[in-house]
């Protein structure tokens, strides 16, 4: 049987600070418990994934995913990595609903390439690379979703800047995600926020110096385990989002449903106007929490932080 080498990588959730985070106010986000999994063999230059529809066949010149070449170019300019390798990618993490399923994909398999290359898949070349890739997707990319995919933890960031926060999360405080399928473009949703910025920016910059305070005080609530605390600075971290315009009425209505089944706390995480909800919630809520946000006709995930970031998996032929 010819070597399979194998690499998993987590997505991410903001809990707190995102749209303040892009005027340079702190941001706290942390790696969860789903992952982009990798596995590479020998073959002709081939990357693939039927889940995610991507496919980059050097041998004929296909590519459909830039930032993925990017990885590959790059890992043969540091390394002179071959082209005689076949990864195919597999992923639980939501795709395009601010989740890090792009870095997580980029991550695990810069890691996989380097591991079957004999290369000691070290985290800060996995993190250089990542990033490249990153470049690729993103405009000006924070560099949050690959830090968080390459080392794990909760991190908070600010201006470019990232610091793990010292925590041992406690096994019975779950995060439950729920996707709220709707659609929207990232760069759209910030865009009308700094224009609403502009317009009101008296009152808009006490609001964003509120959400720093709110940030500089949820790390001290997860250094001290006190997530009673951060569950309520959760939910007055979602009103200041919906004061900047970015919620909706599916949004709180899911938001609602968490609280109301006993979340220590619920808001958006990410853009806003759609995609995902995230409550904190204890390992006794989770069940009424599963029930409610399914009587919305939504699928939830419940998820971990996940503290060690990208690594090798089993190959589980
Ligand atoms: C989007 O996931 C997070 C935002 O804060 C945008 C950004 O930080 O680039 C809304």
Redesign the pocket.
């Known amino acids: 049987m010819s070597r399979m080498v194998c690499s998993l990588a987590p997505g991410k959730v903001?809990l707190l600070g995102?749209?303040f985070?892009?005027k340079g106010m702190p941001a706290i986000g942390a790696a969860v418990t789903l992952y982009a999994r990798v596995c590479v063999s020998r073959g002709q230059g081939r990357v693939e994934s039927r889940q995610l529809g991507l496919l980059l066949d050097l041998s004929s010149n296909t590519v459909n995913d830039k930032g993925l070449y990017r990885v590959v170019e790059e890992l043969a300019g540091r390394f002179g990595l071959k082209r005689d390798f076949h990864a195919t990618i597999d992923s639980e993490i939501p795709i395009s609903s601010?989740m890090g399923s792009s870095a997580a994909v980029a991550v695990s398999t810069t890691h996989a390439l380097l591991s079957f290359a004999g290369v000691e898949p070290d985290k800060k070349v996995v993190w250089e690379v990542s990033f490249e890739a990153e470049k690729v997707y993103h405009v000006r990319p924070?560099g949050v979703d690959n830090t968080l995919s390459t080392y794990g933890g909760v991190m908070v960031y600010e201006r470019g800047v990232f610091n793990r926060v010292k925590t041992r999360w406690p096994d019975d405080v779950l995060i439950v995600i729920a996707d709220s399928g709707v659609k929207r473009s990232?760069g759209s949703?910030?865009a009308d926020v700094l224009n609403r910025y502009d317009k009101y920016s008296k009152v808009m910059s006490r609001i964003y110096d509120a959400a720093s305070e709110l940030v500089r005080d949820a790390i001290k609530s997860i250094e001290t385990g006190d997530f009673a605390r951060l569950g309520e600075l959760m939910n007055i971290n979602h009103g200041l989002l919906s004061s900047i315009g970015v919620s909706s009425r599916v949004l709180e209505s899911i938001v609602w449903a968490m609280r109301d089944a006993g979340a220590l706390g619920a808001k958006i995480s990410?853009?806003g106007r759609g995609g995902i909800v995230i409550g904190l919630v204890e390992t006794s809520k989770v069940p009424s929490v599963i029930e409610k946000i399914k009587s919305l006709g939504l699928a939830p995930l419940v998820v971990q932080i996940d503290d060690e970031g990208v690594r090798r998996a089993p190959d589980n032929r």
């Open positions: 903001i995102e749209h985070v892009v601010g924070s990232t949703v910030v990410g853009a």
